[in-house]
């Protein structure tokens, strides 16, 4: 049974910084695509962050966090982190841990099968 337990969110002022993390349960890294969506309120949920399951260590970002954002895996802890720098108001959202067999990273919702519960991150001007 796959199981993703997210944690770390909070109340930050903007330009703050945050750590997400995410540990997971029945996942192999090397064999699901990995990453993180959030859901702002009244917005459709949007990809965040992704790393492919193909060795390649690939990751994907939306543009709208590059450069602020840094994803990155601890197969040791079988723990998902998400690095957020420069917080922004409009970062403020739910944020979920995701997974897929097949993914893609870049793709929807719909794309990933297993989530966990969420974690809210609250960004103030």
């Known amino acids: 049974e796959v199981q993703l337990v997210e944690s770390g969110g909070g109340l930050v002022q903007a330009g703050g910084s945050l750590r997400l993390s995410c540990v997971a349960s029945?996942?192999?890294?090397?064999?699901?695509?990995i990453g993180w969506f959030r859901q702002a309120p009244g917005k459709e949920r949007e990809g965040v962050s992704c790393?492919?399951?193909?060795?390649?260590?690939?990751?994907y970002y939306a543009d709208s966090v590059k450069g602020r954002f840094t994803i990155s895996i601890d197969n040791d802890k079988n723990t998902i982190y998400l690095q957020m720098n420069n917080l922004k108001p409009e970062d403020t959202a739910i944020y979920y841990c995701?997974?897929?067999?097949?993914?893609?990273?870049?793709?929807?919702?719909?794309?990933?099968?297993?989530w966990g519960q969420g974690t809210q991150v609250t960004v103030s001007a």
């Open positions: 995701v997974a897929d067999l097949l993914g893609p990273c870049e793709g929807g919702p719909l794309d990933f099968d297993f």
């Open positions: 029945g996942v192999r890294f090397d064999d699901y695509d």
């Open positions: 790393i492919r399951s193909d060795y390649s260590g690939t990751t």
